[in-house]
C-alpha cells in the first residue's frame, strides 16, 4: 500500500478537487498570512474551567500551523516565514532521523517568546506499527505518554492532546480506532481529546461521540475537507525552516486546542 506521505507528493488531481470544493479559493491561499489587524479591544471573557481546553483569546483562523519531526527550527525563524504556530510530538521518536521528538520546555520557551501557538500531538507507529492497532488498551498507555511528555515539555494540564490515526483505515478497522480514542478518553478526559485523521474516520468518532477536537489530514479524504475539523493539513514535506522539512496546516475554528 502507498504510503500517506507518496500520495500527498503526486495529489495535484487532489488539490484541484479541494479547489473546487471551496478548500482553497487561490493559490495564494497556500502562503502564510499576518494576521489581521483588531478592529477593536478583546471584551472580557470567564476563564475557562479547569475541566476545559485553555484557549487564548485571538481568532487565528485561517492562519497556518507548521508540524515537523526532523529537528527543531528556532521561533524566529518560523515566525519570521508567517506562520501563527506549531503542532509539536509528545512523543518518543520511531526513528533515528526524528530528531525533533519529542517536543522539549526549551522549545517551548523559545516558541511562547516569540509569541506561537503550540498545538500537541502523540504519534509512534506508522503503517503496520500504527498506534491505534493497539486499540483501547493502547489508547490508554500511549495517552498516558503522551500526557506526560506534554506536562514535562511545559504544557497545560487541561490543554488538548491530538491522537494520531495516520492511516485510511477501512470499515472493518473503525471499531478498533474508536476503542483506541476511548482509551484516549477514559485517560485525560473528552474535553481534552483530539484526533488527527481523515473525513471518514473524524465522521466515523463523532458519530461514537468520540474525540472533542479533529485535525484532518487529505489521504483517503477525497478532496473533502470536513466540516467538524479544526486544522486542515494541506501540504505534506514541500518546504522547509531552518533546514527543516516542515508540513503546513491551515486553522479552520478559532478554538483549536492551542496553548
Not at 493559490?27 to 476563564?47: E, Q, R
Not at 481546553?53 to 516565514?81: E, F, H, M, W
Not at 494520531?164 to 484516549?184: F, H, M, Q
Request: proline letters at 7%; hydrophobic letters at 35%.
Amino acid at each position: 500500500m502507498a504510503s500517506r506521505r507518496d500520495f500527498l507528493r503526486n495529489a495535484a488531481v487532489g488539490l484541484a478537487a479541494m479547489q473546487a470544493g471551496g478548500a482553497f479559493s487561490s493559490l495564494g491561499d497556500l502562503v502564510p498570512s499576518s494576521p489581521p489587524a483588531p478592529t477593536s479591544p478583546p471584551s472580557p471573557s470567564t476563564p475557562p474551567s479547569p475541566s476545559e481546553p485553555t484557549i487564548p483569546g485571538s481568532d487565528d483562523t485561517g492562519q497556518i500551523l507548521i508540524d515537523y519531526a526532523a529537528g527543531v527550527p528556532s521561533a524566529a525563524s518560523i515566525k519570521r516565514a508567517g506562520y501563527r504556530g506549531v503542532i509539536r510530538y509528545m512523543s518518543e521518536p520511531r526513528a533515528s532521523w526524528m530528531i525533533g521528538k519529542p517536543m522539549r520546555a526549551s522549545e517551548v520557551a523559545d516558541m511562547k517568546s516569540q509569541g506561537l501557538a503550540i498545538v500537541s500531538c502523540y504519534q509512534f507507529g506508522k503503517d503496520v506499527t500504527s498506534d491505534w492497532r493497539a486499540g483501547y488498551n493502547g489508547g490508554i498507555r500511549h495517552a498516558a505518554i503522551g500526557e506526560r511528555l506534554h506536562r514535562e515539555a511545559g504544557g497545560p494540564s487541561n490543554a488538548v492532546i491530538y491522537a494520531a490515526i495516520d492511516s485510511n483505515p477501512s470499515s472493518s478497522e473503525l471499531e478498533l480506532v474508536a476503542g483506541y480514542i476511548r482509551g484516549w478518553q477514559d485517560t485525560i478526559g473528552a474535553a481534552r481529546t483530539g484526533v488527527y485523521a481523515n473525513y471518514p474516520t473524524i465522521d466515523f468518532l463523532r458519530g461514537r461521540g468520540l474525540g472533542r477536537y479533529f485535525w484532518m489530514h487529505n489521504w483517503g479524504s477525497g478532496g473533502r475537507v470536513h466540516p467538524a475539523a479544526h486544522i486542515h493539513q494541506f501540504e505534506i514535506d514541500r518546504l522547509s525552516v531552518d533546514g527543516v522539512g516542515i508540513d503546513r496546516n491551515r486553522i479552520l475554528k478559532a478554538g483549536y486546542g492551542q496553548w
